[in-house]
């Protein structure tokens, strides 16, 4: 079995990739309402701080912020991700489990990279914001309607035409 070591910082901020096993779907897309809702089931129960996020049709990535004193970011995944199969299912959505019940919908586990600066921070958050154009899904971040651009163009953290031909930092 492999070891798996994680950073816990307590309080700390960390860059996520979640991905669905199978990478062939595009559940995540489809099924965003439960995926917010899921999201705000676990942030009401184990508050952090969603700082940037973009969800892709089999993966997401996202940077969070824990609690002063609070490493569980595992947890909150872990909650995450049963609060939207539990979300999938009562709408009637078939989930393949395996031999002890467990829902197949997403890879066991997470990537995570613990953020160290304000340089790392904002590297990961451009990242994210680009990630779809970098998918082909689209030409320009903004027209990717499932990210956190909207909400830092909306913020004057990022100009509307970032990531385009130049990268537009608000001031």
Not at 52 to 61: E, F, G, K, T, W
Request: aromatic letters at 10%; charged letters at 30%.
């Amino acid at each position: 079995m492999v070891l798996y070591r994680r950073n816990y910082v307590p309080g700390g901020s960390f860059f996520f990739t979640v991905t669905l096993r199978d990478r062939r779907v595009d559940t995540l897309v489809r099924e965003i309402d439960g995926l917010r809702a899921a999201f705000v089931r676990t942030m009401a129960a184990r508050p952090f701080t969603l700082d940037a996020m973009v969800v892709l049709p089999d993966h997401l990535h996202a940077v969070m912020t824990l609690p002063d004193g609070d490493t569980d970011y595992s947890g909150r995944w872990r909650a995450i991700k049963s609060e939207f199969v539990r979300g999938l299912r009562k709408r009637g959505r078939a989930i393949a489990e395996n031999a002890r019940g467990e829902a197949m919908l997403w890879q066991t586990r997470f990537w995570e990279h613990t953020l160290r600066d304000e340089d790392d921070l904002r590297r990961h958050v451009d990242y994210i914001h680009f990630n779809p154009v970098k998918h082909g899904l689209v030409k320009r971040p903004t027209d990717w309607p499932h990210s956190s651009i909207h909400r830092y163009i909306a913020d004057g953290r990022l100009l509307a035409d970032w990531g385009t031909d130049k990268i537009g930092h608000g001031p």
